[in-house]
């Protein structure tokens, strides 16, 4: 089945602890991103990949790590978290990416991060 | 820069009624128009899409006309379900991503 699977699903950390949410997708899809969802304002862009060690800033970059050494993985990395990163975070992946691409975009599941 | 603007929720329907959930959009150029659905709990599924002006992009019962004129690209669905209920995201194509409208909760009753 294609998909897109992150984990956990549910995280309550402290200030300063780093952490990790991973994401995987089998679709072997070159593009990958981040999105954090926070409410009255949708979805937005934390970091993108257009390729194996190819990333690159989205909307939101800071306080944010990502690496990109398989083609199938594509981990968001926290150093340092920070209340003001407690959010909804989401992983997509698609075929292509490039200007005026409609591919479409497969999301995961979400992963809820709670930083106290 | 390039956006979304979509109607503000929660939008409260009574099953068998008909939707419209508004979406208007800034960009340059000639972007691709996507609706996505959020069911609760889950991350978010394509539900249609328009790739250029005129376009009519339909699934599940919903459609959507992607109007350069009026820069919209406005849901319908002539009858609503229970199951509808979910966040549904207005958003477009802007070379490497997508921008996402705010999202509009629909909730239907029986």
């Known amino acids: 089945e294609a998909q897109v699977t992150q984990n956990p699903r549910y995280l309550i950390t402290v200030t300063g602890k780093k952490l990790t949410v991973t994401c995987s997708q089998n679709?072997?899809?070159?593009?990958m991103s981040w999105y954090r969802q926070d409410p009255g304002l949708g979805l937005r862009q934390i970091y993108y990949?257009?390729?194996?060690?190819?990333?690159d800033k989205g909307d939101v970059p800071e306080g944010y790590k990502v690496s990109r050494k398989e083609k199938r993985n594509f981990p968001l990395i926290l150093e340092s978290p920070s209340p003001n990163q407690t959010s909804l975070y989401f992983c997509?992946?698609?075929?292509?990416?490039?200007?005026?691409?409609?591919?479409?975009?497969?999301f995961g599941p979400g992963t809820r991060l709670t930083v106290l | 820069g390039d956006s979304v603007t979509q109607m503000e929720g929660p939008v409260t329907l009574s099953e068998e009624a008909f939707l419209t959930i508004n979406c208007t959009y800034t960009a340059t150029g000639y972007p691709s128009l996507f609706w996505y659905v959020q069911y609760p709990g889950e991350g978010l599924q394509l539900l249609l899409k328009?790739?250029?002006?005129?376009d009519k992009g339909s699934n599940k019962g919903f459609e959507a006309t992607y109007r350069k004129e009026t820069t919209s690209f406005h849901l319908e669905k002539g009858s609503v379900q229970v199951s509808d209920s979910a966040v549904y995201f207005c958003a477009l194509d802007n070379t490497d991503k997508l921008i996402f409208g705010t999202g509009t909760r629909l909730q239907v009753f029986p």
């Open positions: 997509a992946s698609s075929l292509s990416p490039g200007s005026g691409s409609t591919d479409t975009q497969y």
């Open positions: 990949s257009m390729n194996v060690e190819v990333t």
């Open positions: 328009a790739t250029k002006a005129d």
């Open positions: 679709m072997n899809h070159e593009y």
